[in-house]
């Protein structure tokens, strides 16, 4: 198993990650035809206020658009916020708690009406009349979010989110100063709908939106079609640019062995799941032109329970850092082409990220080997050796031998370790649940917007621990006063001085990396496979392969 | 008749109401199943989430729950998944049936003739080659897991051999409706098919011809033999009639769990969006309302492909008419 992982990945090293500049010019004379896109299954609601999935948020980039937008360019462009339904990025007022818009005129929503002021405060307003994930952790900020979030149904944001149809301007009043808060437009939880728009969760019904694209069909079982916007016109080429494919098809039901088959005999253009580990020899060897690789934001990591014995131990925690052979974990993932090992929260290529790794052979910058001797010399220190130790694991086949490793590797350093696969849709609730008694398992991250707190802050600040909640994001109960006291200095600075907040970013990264309430493993990559016909192929770091900015004849 | 009649309607309303129950419960009982915090999205506050419990109902008593769902299921027919939210369950579970009953209904004719003329000669040349043959032949067939003879069948005919003579007019994988296209419904079901029928060909074959040469053991077939009937009218009129018992049974028993989504592996496989693929996404994302409904659907089927084989056998053995 592994020496074909192995070969597949040394086959796929040959695979070119062409980028073209961004912002090229539009070729009309690519436009037209239909491009057919597969996964193994839908994503759940359509409702852009309420899907949390990166499956729908990839496409909803050419079908809604919110405030503001992260920019339509190849690369690193992506994480650059640009003005979308609103004129420009406005300054902020009022110690940074104030901002105000001035809405586009002559946009219009795919059913043929302006788009107003009222739509835009009823979008705000919608956020939290149907509940959305974030609508208590994204947009809490904005003031009146507490009442709409206590009783949603008569949700105003009175205060907040107030409209001036003479000047055309909508002005947002925030509770405290968010230097994130564009970021946090920019995501499809903040689209502009309609303001007649029920209140209600959507389902399987589509919206109206205002990008070159509109959703004329959905069935969950069946599949996704998105067809031309009749009354699109360009405003910002950087926000949305027109797209090239008049229908976009976007099937649901095939395995992810029958994907790759679509895509090799060209029935299909693109296939959202990753290829499965026995294929990637033939599709880097036969298919390399039709492969792009990039590496995501995200880690995978192990977190530990710091409130349950062995792990609520700091040098238990530490031990196991050290003892983890990161390069076993990322053979194990597909080979260094889809994987690197990681020792550190935030990932490379991100805002703050200052490579560091304390848990290797020789301390630096970066990870060479496990160290063994030391890990089990923390163990004996730490007085838990011998202890009985659960990791719970996703029921995949990936998940499954990472679980099986970190057990040979607990078992090594001194404890009694054990292995707990469960179904991939319960785990990730089941973890976060203090009541399941967890103290160890692997899951993974991938940020919403490029802003280190996106990562420091969601995974290990104290707010985000909720005891015996299925929702607790912080699956270590991590919760430790001067990493939340320098984080609060870091939201502080980030309004008037981000480069100075980033530094203090940098410092959290490091203090949460040497309190180890997780074990980093490795930061993935992502494998694109599409057809020979499909044309200029540009991967956004936000919200990935830009869809429709790909052409099929 | 009436009795009976209503003793079947009894009976399939008992076992529908226990096997909703015990779905019901073991879904509830399932540690880590809580719908809640899957439906909130990751991250979602504490607040969110008590709003979604309450939208979702299931702050309620659990006997409340049930009864709701039973009647969304069974009354308004507006029960929505936990997944693809206001996705109505009902409409998708019917949208679903066509699939199944055309991947179903196709395999069950390709099964029933060849097992018939396996069964048939095999029992008529006992004990030679032809047989011994046949009979291997058939315990391959029954030794091959179905989802793996159907990857295979993929492997061959989507991506090894698809650019062959051989394999060229397979059409990607999918459902096409029979309305629009009844070539490609027919060519996309041709694989499917075989892959389903192989394994029933084989154990109906053995089945049959066990049966055949065990009645041609009565009675009956010696007064026949003695009244002078050629020994094909005895085979085909006489010792296969009342074979056929078996088989009808067998047949009754598979073909309502086939069409309550049993054909899973050869629906997943193939990427066929029957009732089975349906079951078999909602269990791997824990989707209640449409196991719920998939269930009972499927119990439904196999009650009522027993009542079906019940009154077949009266056709087929003069000896249970009397009884």
Redesign the interface.
Known sequence: MKKLMLAGAAALTIALSALTPAQAEYKAEHRGGTMRLVAR??A??L?PQ?N?TLQYWQIYQSVYSGLTAFKKGAGEAGFEVVPNLAEELPAASNDGKTYTFKIRKGVKFSDGRDVTIKDVVASFQRIFKV???????FY?VIVGADAC??T?ATCTLEGGVTGDEAAGTVTINLTRADPEFMFKLAVPHASILPADTPTT?????PLAGTGPYFFSAY????GLTMSRNPHFKVWSEDAMPDGYPDVVQY?F???D??EV??V??G??DWMFDQPPTDRLGEIGTKYKDQVYINTLTAWWYAPMNTRLAPFDNLKARQAVNYAIDRKALVNLFGGPVLAAPVCQVLPPGFPAHVPYCPYTKDPGEKWSAPDIEKAKQLVEESGTKGQKVTVIVEDTAVSKSIGVYLQSVLKEIGYDAEVKP?????????I??TN?KVQISVSQWYQDYPAASNFLN?LFGCS?F?EG???S?NIAGFCDKDVETKMKDAFALAATDPVAANKIWTEVDRMVTDTAPAAPLFTPKHIDFVSKRLGNFQFNAQFYWMVTQSWVQ | MIFSLLQRIGQMLFVMFGISLLVFLIFFATPGADPAARIAGRNASPEVLEAVRKSFGFDQPMYVQYLTMMKKIFITGDLTSFVNRGWKVVPAVMDTIPVTLSLVFGAAILWVVFALIIGIVAAATRGSWIDKILMMLGLIGISMPVYWLGEVMNLLTQSRYHDTWLFSWVPPLGYKNFSDDPKGWFLTLVIPWITLSILYIGLYGRVLRAAIVESLQEDYIRTARAKGLSETRILLRHALRTSLVAFVTLFGLDFGALVGGSALLTEVVFGLQGVGKLTYDALLNLDLPIIMTTVLYASFFVVMANAVVDILYMMLDPRVRTA
């Open positions: 299954s839908a759940g609601t409702d309420i949390y509940s959305s994930p974030t609508s208590g952790g809490s979030i206590a949603p969760d959507a389902g399987s019904v069935d969950p079982n069946k099937d039901g095939l395995t062995e029958a088959n679509a090799m005999n029935e299909a469960i179904s991939p849709n319960i785990q990730f609730t089941y976060q649940n399941n969601v985000s909720t909640s299925d929702s994001i």
